[in-house]
């Protein structure tokens, strides 16, 4: 599967952004789907996910209850929705995929992911 992230750009701290991942290939509800970041000089780390079924979501704890991911499967699309954001939230942004016959799964780990977007920059200007 191959995926387009999109949607970053400059945003003031308190502003919204929403981030969309179009992915390609007829499977794709079959796929476990992750939003990551990656901000300069730092590891990349968990940000969101979601079960490809279930609708189950999971969440890194410095996003939760600002920050919502949610999926099309119709338009093979996931989006993440930020809000009140941070200027600590600056980072390139990457959706991630991985196929799984877990209606459930919502994988943290980076190793557990398969496809990769090529990241769209959120830069957050206090």
């Known amino acids: 599967v191959q995926l387009q992230a999109s949607g970053g750009g400059l945003v003031q701290a308190g502003g919204s952004l929403r981030l969309s991942c179009a992915a390609s290939?007829?499977?794709?509800?079959?796929?476990?789907m992750g939003w990551f970041r990656q901000a300069p000089g730092k590891e990349r780390e968990f940000v969101a996910s979601?079960?490809?079924?279930?609708?189950?979501?999971n969440y890194a704890d410095s996003v939760k209850g600002r920050f919502t991911i949610s999926r099309d499967n119709a338009k093979n699309t996931v989006y993440l929705q930020m809000n009140s954001l941070k200027p600590e939230d600056t980072a390139v942004y990457y959706c991630?995929?991985?196929?799984?016959?877990?209606?459930?799964?919502?994988?943290?780990?980076?190793?557990?992911?398969?496809?990769w977007g090529q990241g769209t920059l959120v830069t957050v200007s206090s």
């Open positions: 991630a995929a991985t196929r799984t016959d877990s209606y459930y799964y919502t994988p943290r780990n980076i190793d557990s992911y398969a496809y």
């Open positions: 979601i079960s490809w079924g279930s609708g189950n979501t």
């Open positions: 290939g007829r499977t794709f509800s079959m796929y476990a």
